[in-house]
DNA sequence: CTCAGTGCAAAGGATTTGCATGCCG
DNA sequence: CGGCATGCAAATCCTTTGCACTGAG
């Protein structure tokens, strides 16, 4: 996807719901956009120098109702951020048990059309409405293995 | 499983560390054993009446160290205990984003096993080792539905 | 007796929030 | 101008920990 229809889109469901589209949400979204892999707060104050962590949470927290940011939380470390599915496309993600980093990767579509066929299937009859699903590889990074 | 046998498990497991399977443990795998789905602490707290807070967190932990308990974290709020994939099966589970209820379920073995072979044909080359997957459905659960 | 386990209360750490001020529309 | 956004600091909330005491082996 080009970055300038994440920005318009980003500007129209904020639009939506009477907030700006401010030069720190903007910020973010940048971060994010050029961030390899789900980062930590932290992580990207590093990267962001003169950003606040208040407003940090703060904005993730609006860009996350508004559907354009999704929060990732994978043991007691600080919680992860990344960019929508439908900003950047369905993916995956392998979460390393040693440091917490967490990779995207994708399946081949044959099989994702497969599961999701499969668990809408598993799910009918339990009241369950599925929105959509979420499958993460655990194991460990390269990093991690020596 | 029988239930007879989850309780010398994890009384193996401990003595493997060194640790006593006393009876604020044994009552901890009881409440996971009987629970319908995994749960919180103060749920937990709420169903066994004389249980202490720090001692559930306590043996909790250990629990988890030993390979007997699972931690599940959803969102913000509180994170999720139940019993580990090796005593009651591998299973996924439904996630509910209206109240953070979380139900198990099951998909067909031959998904499962397809799901599984993908998967590892799909990390080869990325330099992560896989140990296992998670995978869950996110939706709403009957009772947010109104 | 000895040492792990437990209770209680206090500490810790990530995230949130109140309030006064700044800034966009 | 009016209201959302931001900074700062204090407050919250879940979870962990220190310490003294109890209990199992």
Redesign the interface.
């Known amino acids: 996807m080009d970055p300038g229809s994440i920005d318009s889109i980003v500007a129209e469901r904020l639009r939506l719901v009477d907030q700006r589209y401010t030069s720190g949400r903007r910020r973010l979204v940048a971060l994010l956009e050029d961030a390899a892999r789900p980062e930590t707060i932290p992580e990207l104050l590093e990267r962001a120098p003169g950003l606040r962590q208040s407003s940090a949470y703060r904005n993730l927290h609006v860009l996350e109702q508004v559907g354009v940011v999704h ?1 990732i ?4 470390e600080h ?1 992860r951020f990344e960019l929508a599915e439908d900003l950047v496309g369905h993916h995956h993600h ?4 040693g440091c917490g980093r967490v ?1 995207d ?4 579509a044959p ?1 994702e059309r ?2 999701e066929a ?2 809408v299937k ?2 009918t009859g ?17 990093a991690c ?1 020596r």
Chains 1, 2 share one sequence.
């Open positions: 929060r939380v994978t043991s007691g919680a392998l979460i390393c048990t990779d990767f994708t399946v081949p099989l497969s599961l499969a668990l598993a799910v339990t009241g369950f409405a599925s929105t959509s699903h979420r499958l993460d590889v655990i194991g460990t990074c390269e293995q």
